[in-house]
């Protein structure tokens, strides 16, 4: 992670007990490495249990992440920097209109029945990703469902949350 951009999340992380003298201990890892950490479990799609060892222990990274997740951090990292790059090219900072496709994704026999349905357009037994975006591109939302559920009736859930 560059200064820059930990200068622009910084902000968003919040404060540990024992620094704003609530009392506690001081954490054993620095919110940046936490954050790497994350960032690269996206960006290469490993397992948890597979974080190199450059990085803090997979356990304590999942459970910053657990924690960031419950007090809804994790999109607002993402949509605050949404908001400015709007900003930057002249356009208000919440989109008033956005775009939905699919695609539907063959399953593999371990993925539960539950989880998967046939899409008759496509002809494929699975699962479908649904994503919604701006006019800008930006990402707003992704769900992913049964293949026998439509852009219509995902883009109720997508857009109600």
């Not at 201990?25 to 936490?34: D, F, K, L, M």
């Not at 950490?37 to 999942?62: E, H, S």
């Not at 949404?82 to 900003?87: I, L, N, S």
């Amino acid at each position: 992670m560059t200064d820059a951009e930990w200068s622009a999340v910084q902000p968003l992380l919040p404060v540990p007990g024992w620094m704003r003298g609530r009392g506690g201990q001081p954490e054993a890892y620095c919110h940046r490495a936490i954050l790497d950490a994350i960032r690269y479990l996206v960006d290469n799609g490993i397992k948890w249990r597979a974080m190199p060892a450059d990085f803090p222990a997979w356990d304590r990274v999942y459970a910053f992440f657990r924690r960031w997740c419950d007090h809804v951090l994790i999109k607002e990292f993402h949509d605050r920097p949404r908001g400015r790059v709007r900003e930057e090219a002249e356009r208000d900072a919440e989109p008033t209109a956005g775009m939905i496709d699919s695609q539907s994704v063959k399953a593999d026999a371990v993925v539960g029945a539950d989880s998967r349905g046939f899409d008759g357009g496509k002809l494929i037994n699975g699962r479908k990703r649904h994503v919604v975006v701006d006019t800008l591109g930006l990402l707003l939302g992704v769900m992913v469902t049964s293949a026998d559920i439509g852009e219509c009736a995902a883009a109720k859930v997508l857009l109600s949350g």
